[in-house]
C-alpha cells in the first residue's frame, strides 16, 4: 500500500485515490458475512478489471467495505481515465479508412503520373529514335554518294589511264614499225651493194678472164 502513496500522480483520479488511502484506517468489527453476497455499486461504466476481487482483497488487507468501494471506485476511475487517455492517443478506424482511402488515392495519382511520365518519356524516345533513323538515313543516302562519286572518279582515271597506254602503246608500235621499215631499207641497201659488189667482182673476173683467154691466144699463136 505504501509503494501505491508513494508513486506520483498526474490526474484527479489519482489525486483522489492517494486521499482515500492516505485516511487512517480504523478497525471495526463487522458481523460475519458471505461474501457472495457483496457486490459493487452498480455503474453505467464498464470495468476493466475485477471490481469484486479487488474488493475482497481489499477487506482481507484490513479495509472496511465502504473504505473497499471506495477505493474500489477510485482505481476504476483511474483505470477508465488511462484507457480514455490511451484511445485519444490511438487511430480510430474511421480514421484509418480515411487514411487508407488517401493512400489509394495518393497511390492511384502517383501511378497515374508515372504512367503519364513512362508515356511521356516513351514518345519522347520514339522521337529521338525516328530522328536518329532520318539522321542514319541521311548519313546513308551521303555515303552512297560518295561512293557513286568516287566509283566515277575512279572509273574516269582508270579511262583515262587506258586512253594514256593506249597512245604510248600507238606510239611505240610506230617507232617499231619506223625502226623495222628503217632496218629494211638498210638491209635492201646492203643487199643493192652485195649485188653491185657481186656484179663488178664478176665484171673483174670476166675482164680477167678475157684478158688471160687472149694472152694465151696470142701466146699460142707465136709458139706456132
Excluded at 458475512?33 to 488487507?61: C, Q, V
Excluded at 495518393?106 to 522521337?127: G, I, P, V, Y
Aim: without cysteine; proline residues 2%.
Amino acid at each position: 500500500m505504501s509503494s501505491i502513496l508513494s508513486q506520483p500522480t498526474t490526474s484527479r483520479a489519482g489525486a483522489l485515490l492517494a486521499m482515500s488511502l492516505a485516511r487512517p484506517v480504523t478497525r471495526i468489527a463487522l458481523p460475519a458475512y458471505k461474501s457472495r453476497t457483496f457486490h459493487s455499486t452498480p455503474t453505467s461504466r464498464i470495468s476493466h478489471f475485477d471490481t469484486f476481487l479487488f474488493a475482497e482483497k481489499l477487506e482481507k488487507n484490513g479495509m472496511t467495505r465502504k473504505q473497499a468501494e471506495g477505493v474500489m471506485s477510485v482505481l476504476a476511475e483511474v483505470v477508465d481515465e488511462s484507457i480514455r487517455g490511451m484511445e485519444t492517443s490511438l487511430v480510430s478506424k474511421a480514421d484509418q479508412e480515411k487514411q487508407r482511402y488517401t493512400e489509394k488515392v495518393d497511390f492511384a495519382r502517383l501511378k497515374s503520373e508515372l504512367q503519364l511520365h513512362e508515356k511521356n518519356d516513351l514518345t519522347l524516345m520514339k522521337a529521338e529514335n525516328d530522328r536518329l533513323m532520318a539522321d542514319v538515313e541521311k548519313l546513308k543516302q551521303r555515303l552512297r554518294e560518295e561512293v557513286t562519286r568516287t566509283q566515277a572518279g575512279v572509273r574516269l582515271d582508270l579511262n583515262l589511264e587506258k586512253g594514256r597506254i593506249r597512245d604510248e602503246s600507238s606510239q611505240q608500235e610506230l617507232k617499231i614499225k619506223e625502226v623495222d621499215t628503217r632496218i629494211e631499207s638498210e638491209i635492201a641497201g646492203l643487199r643493192t651493194q652485195i649485188e653491185q659488189a657481186k656484179f663488178s667482182i664478176l665484171q673483174y673476173l670476166v675482164g680477167v678472164a678475157t684478158g688471160s683467154g687472149a694472152l694465151l691466144l696470142a701466146y699460142m699463136r707465136m709458139m706456132r
